[in-house]
């Protein structure tokens, strides 16, 4: 089969609507994911058991269940609990991606929080510092700093899982390639996007590397 760059100059109006809604959906879904993994780390650190538990069972089962299996349950079961749950495919995406990858985040400010020496703890403790104020001025500045990396690994992670929003219809840049080449019988969309996801990708790679040493160094 001939490469025909005609074919490639006719879906690149396509490739950036869906790169577009990649970027979207990598930006707002990190954004969210990692908000919420904090909360869930918090929680699971709570004294109080009625706190603990759910939250634990719940990150439990978005982990262990597939974000194709969520991505269908919030854009087609959701919606029947009332209007205020009927998203659009791209917000149900950016949903489905942050809460799923929000489980591991917790997982990994889990173990930047218990990275923090004891001595930090009791420091705080003998200053008579508030719990919050310790929380955000001690232990969190530290801890998030530890797990910097592993946290951009799980937004590269992201990226290649962004393609599965298109089952909902927010067509990402896999699914514009797949929808235009179902429509012309070509393949040429697919390597333009296979490349694009690979220029995104690795370079970032390379930053979260380059930060990892430079963390490292400073520790």
Do not use: C
């Not at 790169?19 to 869930?40: E, M, R």
């Not at 709570?46 to 990150?59: A, D, E, K, M, Q």
């Not at 923090?116 to 955000?136: D, K």
């Amino acid at each position: 089969m001939n490469w025909d760059w005609q074919v490639v100059d006719d879906f690149m109006p396509y490739f950036w609507d869906g790169l577009k809604v990649t970027l979207q959906a990598l930006v707002l879904g990190s954004l969210l994911a990692f908000s919420l993994g904090l909360v869930w780390a918090l929680a699971q650190r709570s004294p109080y058991v009625w706190i603990r538990w759910p939250v634990n069972f719940l990150t439990e089962f978005i982990r262990n269940t597939p974000l194709l299996v969520q991505l269908f349950f919030l854009f087609y079961v959701v919606p029947s609990w009332g209007s205020a749950f009927s998203w659009s495919p791209l917000t149900t995406g950016i949903v489905g991606l942050g809460l799923h990858y929000s489980t591991y985040t917790a997982e990994v400010y889990r173990a930047g929080i218990g990275g923090v020496p004891v001595g930090q703890w009791e420091a705080a403790t003998a200053l008579s510092l508030p719990r919050v104020r310790t929380w955000t001025a001690v232990i969190l500045p530290q801890a998030i700093r530890r797990v910097t990396p592993a946290l951009g690994n799980y937004v590269i992670a992201m990226l290649k899982d962004s393609p599965m929003i298109a089952v909902i219809g927010a067509l990402d840049m896999l699914g514009e390639a797949e929808s235009y080449s179902n429509t012309t019988f070509t393949s040429e969309a697919y390597t333009v996007v296979g490349v694009a996801f690979l220029v995104i990708a690795y370079p970032a790679s390379l930053l979260i590397r380059l930060l990892e040493r430079r963390l490292a160094r400073t520790t």
